[in-house]
């Protein structure tokens, strides 16, 4: 069969149209080479028979015959080994998880979790869509002010407390923690969720010691430069064994995402060649739109800054070899599909990363299959089969490759096919789909960019007209991305931080800004944010209609509460 760099990303179908996968209720694969990851050893010649999803019998090819009804996938001599995992990433569009699953990705974590990430979590375990299993935080916990008004922002302890009980009862996995948190607003969703069951994970807060934020009882440090905190910034060698003390006394788990680490530096040398790397035609292009030059973020920082992030990087993978050698537990982690990291692939060089600074292949392996699954037993209360080992009673999620990736972690890539919750995947039915989504991104593509074209040229009222024919024809699908609320949206509504007096300019902001709730109805910052632009084009009524919009989606949003309060006051 040809070939497309190792990559098979399948299309499906989202909510109302999914593609039913019809899975049988018996799967027998023989002839194939077990890495287990309970230890080193191969087993040889080997058969796994599933049933209802669950591994139910290893052995001898010639002891393992198949039942009279099962299906029979003939692996010819491939080796396999449980389903990676991505501890860190973002469900930013549902092609993600196509993408994450066609690369044998078969377990995410989503690190920011809105209601119909549920939906999609729900649909996947049924595999009704063709997606990885999906465990998923909550939206993201932050003081007031915020880094974004877009999160989950609260004035005091007692709102995030109820917050975090809403988040239990809507049925997410755990709770994520920003950066913009006191000790007080960070020890009280600590207590709320352990009061719930909930394990808190995210990122660290400047303002609070690593010391505190582990005393509470935060479990997860969700990225290697916030490790930079304890370090007061500086590159101390000397400081890495009290580092490593704390991670082992407070039984804390670390997601380095080295691979993202290192693409910052790429982001400003060699921005071109990121974005003519051929599996970008795989990648929605909303996703794609901080990937590009005009928005990138990172590239305008400059060489400067590439080389001193260069001897950061330098100092921050010996801390993580370091952190490995003395036990604390890690696991791989992409932050996909951040620019840089491409949902999926981003896995495979995430354990080439940990190859690099001295881990071995099966050590690597371990952070990708075995740890995650021993995480999530421990911390999600999750009530669905084990998962992360070749192993009887186990979650059927296996990746069949033609190589071994004990001899070199590059073969992970080598995929012969793909077993999802006893699912089976050809990578022959996997290239087929991966021509429809190519077709379908070269589709909308133009359209896509042409909007984000006008919209830079501040020819709004075109922008508008187009969007609206485009989602006459495609009605579910995103035309904006998520991060477009601003780095484009933002020079339209403010003056440097104040709120723009400009009408002209504030009546672009309500028609970029109304465009972009269509795109993200369920989020409170789309209403928050089109509400300050009626708010700037002095259009009070239809500023407090979404200001209260915004409030039936986080009732404790401070930046609506404030905003509404100011207008209701002003009226009366």
């Known amino acids: 069969m040809k070939r497309r760099n190792f990559l098979f990303p399948v299309f499906f179908c989202l909510l109302g149209c999914c593609e039913k996968l019809p899975a049988p209720n018996r799967l027998l694969i023989r002839n194939v080479h077990v890495i287990s990851m309970a230890s080193e050893d191969i087993a040889y010649n080997q ?12 052995g001898h090819s010639n002891t393992v015959k198949p039942p009279r009804d099962a299906q029979v996938i003939e692996g010819k001599g491939c080796f396999i080994l449980p389903g990676l995992a991505d501890m860190h990433m973002h469900i930013d569009h549902p092609d993600v998880l196509k993408l994450n699953l066609a ?4 377990t995410v974590m989503n690190y920011r979790g809105l209601e119909e990430h549920l939906m999609l979590r729900s649909q996947s375990s049924r595999n009704e869509i063709f997606s990885p299993h999906i465990y998923t935080t909550g939206d993201y916990m932050e003081g007031y002010p915020a880094t974004f008004p877009g999160f989950l922002s609260f004035e005091n302890p007692e709102e995030a407390m109820k917050a975090v009980k809403q988040q239990k009862k809507r049925g997410y996995d755990f709770i994520k923690v920003y950066r ?23 990122h660290l807060s400047p303002s609070i010691s690593m010391e505190q934020s582990f005393t509470a009882g935060q479990k997860v440090v969700a990225h290697t430069e916030e490790l930079m905190y304890f370090f007061a910034n500086e590159n101390k060698l000397d400081k890495i064994d009290s580092l490593i003390h704390l991670f082992k006394e407070y039984d804390v788990v670390y997601t380095p995402n080295l691979g993202i680490f290192k693409s910052l530096i790429d982001q400003v040398e060699n921005i071109d060649s990121i974005n003519a790397l051929p599996h970008l035609q795989y990648l929605h292009p909303t996703l794609r739109q901080s990937w590009r030059k005009k928005h990138n973020y990172n590239f305008r920082r400059g060489r400067s800054w590439a080389t001193f992030m260069r001897e950061r990087f330098v100092f921050l ?5 370091r952190m490995h050698a003395a036990g604390v537990p890690i696991l791989t982690s992409t932050d996909a599909p951040t620019a840089g990291a491409f949902p999926g692939l981003a896995v495979h060089q995430e354990l080439e990363q940990l190859v690099n600074i001295g881990l071995r292949p099966f050590e690597a392996l371990q952070t990708a299959t075995v740890l995650p699954g021993r995480f999530i037993d421990r911390f999600a209360g999750d009530h669905r089969p084990s998962f992360g080992l070749v192993q009887e009673d186990y979650r059927a999620d296996l990746l069949l490759l033609e190589k071994n990736p004990l001899e070199n972690i590059s073969y992970t890539k080598s995929l012969a096919g793909v077993i999802k919750n006893g699912q089976w995947y050809s990578t022959e039915h996997l290239e087929k789909v991966l021509d429809k989504l190519a077709d379908k991104n070269k589709r909308i593509a133009p359209i896509i960019l042409e909007i984000d074209s006008l919209i830079e040229q501040e020819a709004i009222v075109k922008a508008q007209a187009i969007y609206a024919k485009a989602k006459k024809q495609m009605a579910d699908e ?15 509504l403010y003056e440097g931080r104040q709120l723009t007096r400009d009408t002209a300019r504030a009546a672009k902001a309500v028609k970029f800004y109304e465009m972009y709730a269509k795109d993200y109805p369920t989020m409170h910052g789309s209403y928050f944010i089109l509400g300050m632009a009626h708010k700037a084009n002095r259009d009070t009524t239809a500023a407090i209609e979404n200001f209260r919009q915004s409030l039936e989606f986080h009732p404790a949003n401070p930046y609506a509460q404030r905003q509404l309060k100011m207008l209701q006051a002003d009226i009366r």
Request: hydrophobic share 45%.
């Open 47 to 58: 058969s796994i028979l599933i049933e209802d999803q669950l591994i139910r019998k290893i």
């Open 317 to 321: 993978k010996e801390v993580t070899r």
């Open 478 to 492: 995103v035309l904006l991305g998520y991060y477009t609320m601003w780095f484009v949206g933002y020079r339209f």
């Open 180 to 202: 913009n948190l006191d000790t007080a607003m960070h020890q009280a969703i600590c207590d709320a969720a352990r009061e719930n069951d909930l394990t808190v994970v995210g």
């Open 103 to 106: 690369y044998g990705i078969t």
